[in-house]
T-cell receptor, first 114, second 114 residues
Framework: GNSVTQMEGPVTLSEEAFLTINCTYTATGYPSLFWYVQYPGEGLQLLLKATKADDKGSNKGFEATYRKETTSFHLEKGSVQVSDSAVYFC?????????????FGDGTTLTVKP | NAGVTQTPKFQVLKTGQSMTLQCAQDMNHEYMSWYRQDPGMGLRLIHYSVGAGITDQGEVPNGYNVSRSTTEDFPLRLLSAAPSQTSVYFCASNPQRSGSSEQFFGPGTRLTVL
């Protein structure tokens, strides 16, 4: 079956530091890959996605590249802000099945200190 | 659009009690899902629906029932609450069958079973 493995947290960084959160996956076929972000007390919201190999998703300064050869989708940001403090989830969906059956990683909690 | 709404936000139950978590969306999405979020375990799929009148089980369906009588509503019923069902519950919807579409999440219901 499908699975997603995320870098264990929590991660604590100083403002303006470089962020990497690792995500690797196991899936049959050609999944779509997502990063969702969950701010305190809220539901998850899409941060970025990539639907095929070598695609780069980007949003709000965050980037992730779909690497089929290493089955990875690592999240990066060059300079984090205090407002980026949240829980980040990597997820995948099979291209041919309902996106509502997504598989999620365990989540990585990021805290950014001023 | 209100998006995906969930009620209540918080609930405390005693073991053996029953209750219904409400979920509604106003985006005319065909697909809706229920997840539970537990510390260190990411999101796990409980039940999902591909349209009115059609539901199916996810990864952890035991102890929960769902129905989908309208496109808008997808309630989750706990038949006889147990402490193991203490969790945060998220409802989500997505607009199309393709695995490349993002999911839209509600704000969550935090349930405690004593």
């Amino acid at each position: 079956g499908n699975s997603v493995t995320q870098m264990e947290g929590p991660v604590t960084l100083s403002e303006e530091a470089f962020l990497t959160i690792n995500c690797t996956y196991t899936a049959t076929g050609y999944p779509s890959l997502f990063w969702y972000v969950q701010y305190p007390g809220e539901g998850l919201q899409l941060l970025l996605k990539a639907t095929k190999a070598d695609d780069k998703g980007s949003n709000k300064g965050f980037e992730a590249t779909y690497r089929k050869e290493t089955t990875s989708f690592h999240l990066e940001k060059g300079s984090v802000q205090v407002s980026d403090s949240a829980v980040y989830f990597c997820a995948l969906s099979d291209a041919n099945t309902n996106a509502g059956k997504s598989t999620f990683g365990d989540g990585t909690t990021l805290t950014v200190k001023p | 659009n209100a998006g995906v709404t969930q009620t209540p936000k918080f609930q405390v139950l005693k073991t053996g009690q029953s209750m219904t978590l409400q979920c509604a969306q106003d985006m005319n999405h065909e697909y809706m899902s229920w997840y539970r979020q537990d510390p260190g375990m990411g999101l796990r799929l409980i039940h999902y629906s591909v349209g009115a009148g059609i539901t199916d089980q996810g990864e952890v369906p035991n102890g929960y029932n769902v129905s989908r009588s309208t496109t808008e509503d997808f309630p989750l019923r706990l038949l006889s609450a147990a402490p193991s069902q203490t969790s945060v519950y998220f409802c989500a919807s997505n607009p199309q069958r393709s695995g490349s579409s993002e999911q839209f999440f509600g704000p969550g219901t935090r349930l405690t079973v004593l």
